[in-house]
C-alpha cells in the first residue's frame, strides 16, 4: 500500500441511507486524486489522476490509483465527474475506461476537450460526455449535482455539490480565491453561502496550500514582473510553463505585443492545449503574433519568444533538450533570457535544478519562482479556507489534496473555526456518513499502480528496488556449470561486473571459495539449483560488501551439464 493502516481492517457493509467515502489517490500526496462516493449500491467518482514518479521510482512513467477495490463494480458506477483538466485530476480516466469504456463523463467544456484529446491519443472512443457549467444541476442514480464555479489556475474548474439522502457534500477541487482573475471568474462564494445555509454534512477541502498564512498572490500581479523581463532582454526569451496554463501562456501572448515581439509555441501538449483553448473562447491570440516555431528561427533574436513545456525538468521535454543543446530547431545562446512560470512539484526540485544550471552554463539569464514573481499558486492559502469554512459552516470537514502535513495543517484550519469533527484520512481509508456524522470505518488495498511503457501495474516496489540498486550499484553476474552426474564443476566460474568500478580481474580471489561453498553444498546433499545460487550470492555478496564496501545486485547463474 502506499499509506498502510495496519490498525485498520475491512469495512463492514454500509449502513442503510448511510453514504461511503473512499479516496483512491489525492490522500496524503499531491497528485492522482480520485474519490469514490458510494449510495443506496451505486457509485460516483469524483477526478481520476495521475501521480508523476520521483527518483526513486527510475523507470516509472505514471502511478495510477488503484482500481482494485470498485474493479468487481464498475458496472455500479452512475459517472466520472471531472472537476477541471489538470493531468493529477484527469490523466488516469483513459486507463479506468480501458476496464469500463461506457461510463458516464461530466465535466466543463473545456476539461471534457483536453480529456477526449487524451482519450483520442489513447485510441479509446469517446464515451458518453456531460458539459455543464456553474449553476448546472444533473441527477445520475442517487445523486444529485450541483456545479459551483471556482477559480483555480486552469479555466473552467468547478466544484460539485453531490446531494444523496444521506445528506449533502461539497468537493471544493482545486481552487483559490483570486479577487482580480484575468478571466474575471471568481470563485463564487454565493454559491458557497447557499449551500452552508442548506447544511453541508461533509466538506471536502484542497488542503495544498493550508500550510501557508494569508490569501495567495492574484495573477494579475505578474504582469509587471513579465513586463519587465521583457524589456530588459535584449535577445530571445523561453519561457517555460504547464502545457494547460492558459493564463499564463495569454499573459506572455499580451507581453510579447506591447513589446513587438512574435511568438511560437514548443511542445507537442503545448501546441495542442493552446489550440483547444483558443478555439474554446478560453485563449485571445492577438492577429499576427502566433508564428510557427522556424518561421520564428528566422527572425531576430531580439523579436523571438517560444513558449515551451518543460518547466518540471521532465527529461524529454522540449526545456531540457535546449538546456542540453541537442533540440532539432531551438539552440540556446549567451544572452537568452529563460522564464520558469510554474511552482516546484514535490520531488521535481534536483530535475528543475539541473535544468537551470544547464541553461546558465550556456550564457542564459534563467528566472524563476526563486528570484521573481513570475509564478502565483493557483491553491487557496490558510486565509481563504478561513473563509470559505466560516460561509460553509460544515458539520463535517475532510481535508483532501495535499501530503499529510497540508491536510494537518487543513483541519487544524477547520477546528480553529468552529468545526467540531474532521476526520483525516489517507488513500483506500473508507469514511461513512451515516446520521450526519462522518467517521473512518475502515480500509481498502490501495497501492501505486505504476505505468511503465505499455506496461500497467506490472511494476512492483520489488522491482523498483532492483532498479535503483542497478543503478546506484551495478551487478556481478557468476555463471558455473555443474555436472549433474558427478556434482563436480565442469566450469566456472565466470564472472563478470558492469556498472561498479570493479574489474572482472579483480574476481580472481573469490573464484576458489565460490568452488569451496558449492562443493560442500552438494556434499551436504542440496543439489537444488535454486540452493546452488543461493551459495554463490551469500559467498560473492560477503565478499563484495567486506572488501570493496559495494552492495551490487548478484546474479548467479548455474547451469546442469
Known amino acids: 500500500m502506499s499509506h498502510p493502516h495496519p490498525e485498520l481492517s475491512a469495512p463492514g ?14 490522500l496524503g500526496e499531491v497528485g492522482r486524486n480520485m474519490t469514490v462516493f458510494e449510495y443506496d449500491g451505486r457509485l460516483l467518482i469524483v477526478d481520476c489522476g495521475v501521480l508523476f ?9 505514471l502511478i495510477l490509483p488503484d482500481f482494485s477495490s470498485i474493479r468487481d463494480r464498475l458496472e455500479d458506477v452512475e459517472a466520472l465527474v471531472l472537476t477541471h483538466g489538470h493531468e493529477d485530476h484527469i490523466g488516469a480516466t483513459p486507463y479506468l475506461l480501458r476496464e469500463r469504456g461506457d461510463i458516464p463523463l461530466v465535466g466543463s467544456e473545456l476539461t471534457l476537450a483536453l480529456l477526449g484529446s487524451k482519450l483520442r491519443e489513447h485510441r479509446l472512443l469517446e464515451t458518453a460526455h456531460h458539459v455543464v457549467a456553474e449553476g448546472d444541476r444533473i441527477t445520475f442514480g442517487p445523486f444529485e449535482l450541483e456545479f459551483v464555479a471556482v477559480n483555480h489556475s486552469i479555466p473552467d474548474a468547478l466544484a460539485v455539490a453531490i446531494r444523496t439522502g444521506a445528506g449533502l457534500v461539497l468537493h471544493t477541487g482545486d481552487f483559490k480565491m483570486d479577487q482580480l482573475p484575468l478571466d474575471g471568474r471568481i470563485t463564487d462564494l454565493r454559491a458557497f453561502a447557499r449551500l452552508g445555509e442548506e447544511g453541508v454534512d461533509l466538506f471536502l477541502t484542497d488542503s495544498t496550500n493550508a500550510e501557508v498564512p494569508g490569501f495567495t498572490t492574484s495573477e494579475k500581479e505578474i504582469a509587471p514582473v513579465l513586463d519587465r523581463v521583457f524589456r530588459d532582454s535584449e535577445k530571445r526569451l523561453i519561457v517555460a510553463c504547464f502545457a494547460s496554463h492558459v493564463h499564463r501562456v495569454q499573459q506572455v501572448l ?14 507537442r501538449s503545448m501546441v495542442r492545449n493552446m489550440a483547444i483553448a483558443r478555439d474554446l473562447g478560453h485563449l485571445t491570440v492577438p492577429p499576427g503574433v502566433l508564428v510557427d516555431a522556424k518561421e520564428l528561427a528566422d527572425l531576430p533574436a531580439h523579436q523571438q519568444v517560444l513558449i515551451s513545456t518543460g518547466s518540471q ?13 541537442n533540440h532539432h530547431f531551438v539552440r540556446i545562446e549567451e544572452g537568452d533570457t529563460v522564464v520558469l512560470a510554474s511552482s516546484l512539484i ?4 534536483n530535475a528543475v535544478y539541473r535544468v537551470i544550471n544547464g541553461l546558465a552554463r550556456w550564457g542564459a539569464n534563467v528566472v524563476h519562482k526563486g528570484n521573481a514573481l513570475v509564478h502565483v499558486s493557483g491553491h487557496a492559502s490558510a486565509g481563504e479556507l478561513l473563509y470559505c469554512y466560516n460561509i460553509v459552516r460544515p458539520r ?6 495535499g501530503e499529510i502535513r497540508h491536510m494537518l495543517a487543513n483541519a487544524a484550519l477547520a477546528r480553529a473555526t468552529g468545526v467540531e469533527n474532521v476526520v483525516l484520512a489517507e488513500d483506500g ?6 446520521d450526519r456524522v462522518a467517521r473512518v470505518v475502515g480500509k481498502v488495498d490501495c497501492g501505486y499502480v505504476f505505468v511503465d511503457g505499455a506496461s500497467v501495474g506490472d511494476v512492483t516496489e520489488s522491482d523498483l528496488k532492483d532498479r535503483r540498486i542497478l543503478g546506484e550499484e551495478g551487478f556481478v553476474s557468476i555463471i558455473v556449470v555443474i555436472d549433474s552426474v558427478s556434482g563436480t564443476i565442469a566450469s566456472g566460474p565466470e564472472i563478470h561486473s558492469r556498472g561498479n568500478a570493479l574489474e572482472d580481474e579483480q574476481f580472481e580471489e573469490i573464484k576458489q571459495p565460490i568452488i569451496d561453498a558449492l562443493l560442500q553444498t552438494v556434499a551436504e546433499g542440496n543439489t537444488d539449483t535454486y540452493q546452488l545460487q543461493q551459495t554463490i550470492r551469500r559467498v560473492v555478496g560477503r565478499w563484495v560488501s567486506n572488501t ?3 552492495r551490487p545486485m548478484i546474479i548467479p547463474v548455474v547451469i546442469e551439464a
Request: hydrophobic letters at 40%; charged letters at 20%.
Open 13 to 26: 457493509d454500509l449502513p442503510p441511507g448511510g453514504l461511503r467515502v473512499t479516496a483512491l489517490g489525492g
Open 53 to 61: 514518479p520521483e527518483e526513486h521510482q527510475p523507470g516509472v512513467d
Open 254 to 267: 499580451d507581453a510579447a505585443v506591447a513589446h513587438g515581439r512574435k511568438v511560437a509555441y514548443v511542445g
Open 313 to 325: 525538468g521532465e527529461p524529454m521535454s522540449a526545456l531540457s533538450r535546449i538546456a542540453q543543446r
Open 346 to 349: 514535490p520531488g521535481n526540485e
Open 396 to 401: 463535517n470537514v475532510m481535508p483532501v489534496h
Open 429 to 434: 481509508v473508507v469514511v461513512d456518513l451515516v
Open 548 to 550: 570493496h564496501r559495494r
